[in-house]
C-alpha cells in the first residue's frame, strides 16, 4: 500500500504514530476498561469495609480475584475485537492512530489482534510490572513499537482522512 514503505519494514518513520498520541490512547483505554471493570466489580465490594474500614481488611470479598479475571478478560476482548474490526481502539480513533501489519501496512488479522491483545491484557493483567515495561519500550524504540506491537508483527501509524485505511472493507 503506498505511504506505508516496501516490504519487511512497515511504515516509514513519517508516518508512524508519535509516542505521546500512543501514550494518550493507552491512557484513554485504560480509563474506559477501568470503568467496565469497575461497574462489573460493584457487587463484590463488601460496603460495610468500605464506610466502616477495620486495620488490614480489604473493601471486597473473596471474589476479588474473580473480579480481576473478569477485568483481564473485558481487556483481551476489547482490544482484541477492536483492533480486530477497525484496527483502532476508541482511543486510537480519539487520537487518529491505527494498528497496521509492519511487512505492509495492510489490515492486521484476527490472529494478530488476538496474539498482540493476549500479551498485553493477560500479561500486564497478571503483573502490572509487565505491562509498563511493554508499554515504556515505545519510548527507545526506532520504529516506536510496544513488545505487544513486536510479538505480533505490527506498527501504530497516522489514521487522519489523507492517511489511507487498509481496514475500510471489513
Not at 11 to 25: D, F, I, N, T
Not at 127 to 134: A, P, S, T, V, W
Amino acid at each position: 500500500m503506498p505511504g506505508y514503505g516496501g516490504a519487511g519494514y512497515g511504515a516509514p518513520s513519517g508516518e508512524l504514530a508519535g509516542r505521546w498520541a500512543r501514550l494518550a490512547a493507552g491512557i484513554f483505554d485504560l480509563i474506559v476498561i477501568g470503568i467496565v471493570a469497575g461497574l462489573i466489580s460493584i457487587p463484590f465490594i463488601h460496603w460495610d469495609r468500605v464506610f466502616n474500614p477495620e486495620p488490614g481488611t480489604s473493601m471486597y470479598n473473596g471474589a476479588q480475584v474473580g473480579t480481576n479475571a473478569i477485568s483481564i478478560v473485558v481487556a483481551l476482548l476489547y482490544f482484541w475485537l477492536m483492533h480486530a474490526k477497525w484496527g483502532q481502539t476508541l482511543g486510537k480513533m480519539l487520537l487518529r492512530i491505527r494498528v497496521v501489519r509492519d511487512d505492509n501496512g495492510q489490515a492486521i488479522t484476527y490472529g494478530q489482534a488476538l496474539g498482540r491483545s493476549a500479551f498485553y491484557s493477560v500479561l500486564g493483567g497478571i503483573c502490572g510490572c509487565i505491562g509498563l515495561i511493554d508499554i515504556s519500550w515505545i519510548l527507545f524504540d526506532s520504529r516506536k513499537q510496544a513488545i505487544h506491537c513486536k510479538v505480533a508483527h505490527t506498527v501504530v501509524v497516522k489514521a487522519g482522512p489523507h492517511h489511507p485505511n487498509p481496514y475500510d472493507f471489513r
